[in-house]
């Protein structure tokens, strides 16, 4: 009888440590709160822009380089990441509005080619996307940094030097910064140490 009693309370505990280790998990798995995160300053990125190349939608490969004497924008992003898909408009309306300055947004999609192309008829892109799968993640760690999660974006000015990393969702006044920050290089008011460290506070 007795071990009958120790054996139902061994299993009573057991169930309810399994249980408490359950509602840890769960906990640990719900995802962040979508909220802008801070450029990283790169210390530990490449200084400047490196070279890789992956396909446009067309199917012709590009270079990162291809757009000589802009900032870039370079926006990493997938058709099934919920806050990339949010950044996306708010990309698009950063390109119109700066059509004149010489600064180019480049998306890079670590996608399937496909969906890929499916997503961009009916978003109607005004900037290039590239896409690539395990090239495309190859891409990002190019820039020196630990790849963690999508969005990833990171900034470089006309020069090509890179300015920061931002990982998380885009916010408005992320770009506005980021326009304030390639205005004082360009008239010489910003060196590229004080950029970046502009850019690695939150607006």
Same mark, same amino acid.
């Given at each position: 009888?007795?071990?009958? +009693?120790?054996? $139902?309370?061994? /299993?009573? /505990? +057991?169930?309810? @440590?399994? *249980?408490?280790?359950? !509602?840890?998990?769960?906990?640990?798995?719900?995802?962040?709160?979508?909220?802008?995160?801070?450029?990283?300053?790169? $210390?530990?990125?490449?200084?400047?822009?490196?070279?890789?190349?992956?396909?446009?939608?067309?199917?012709? $490969? !590009?270079? @990162?380089?291809?757009?000589?004497?802009?900032?870039?924008? @370079?926006?990493?992003?997938?058709?099934? =990441?919920?806050? =990339?898909?949010?950044?996306?408009?708010?990309?698009?309306?950063?390109?119109?509005?700066?059509?004149? *300055?010489?600064?180019?947004?480049i998306g890079i999609a670590i996608d399937n080619f496909e969906a890929v192309q499916n997503f961009a008829e009916d978003m109607n892109f005004n900037y290039p996307i590239l896409v690539g799968?395990?090239?495309?993640?190859?891409?990002?760690? +190019?820039?020196?940094?630990?790849?963690?999660?999508?969005?990833?974006?990171?900034?470089?000015?006309?020069?090509?030097?890179?300015?920061?990393?931002? $990982?998380?969702?885009?916010?408005?006044?992320? /770009?506005?910064?980021?326009?304030?920050?390639?205005?004082? /290089? +360009?008239?010489?008011?910003?060196? @590229?140490e004080t950029a970046r460290a502009l850019l690695s506070t939150k607006p």
């Open positions: 009888m007795a071990r009958s +009693a120790i054996f $139902t309370l061994l /299993l009573s /505990l +057991a169930a309810v @440590i399994a *249980y408490l280790g359950y !509602r840890a998990f769960l906990r640990s798995s719900e995802p962040p709160p979508q909220t802008s995160q801070a450029v990283v300053a790169p $210390t530990q990125i490449l200084g400047m822009l490196p070279e890789f190349s992956l396909d446009d939608l067309d199917g012709n $490969t !590009r270079s @990162i380089r291809s757009w000589p004497q802009h900032a870039l924008v @370079i926006n990493f992003w997938a058709t099934w =990441c919920a806050p =990339c898909l949010r950044e996306i408009p708010l990309l698009k309306e950063f390109q119109e509005q700066n059509a004149d *300055y010489p600064v180019q947004v799968e395990s090239d495309a993640m190859n891409a990002a760690g +190019a820039f020196g940094v630990e790849f963690f999660a999508l969005p990833f974006t990171v900034f470089s000015d006309k020069r090509g030097r890179i300015l920061g990393v931002h $990982t998380g969702e885009i916010l408005p006044e992320d /770009l506005q910064k980021l326009r304030d920050v390639l205005s004082g /290089l +360009a008239n010489g008011v910003t060196n @590229i």
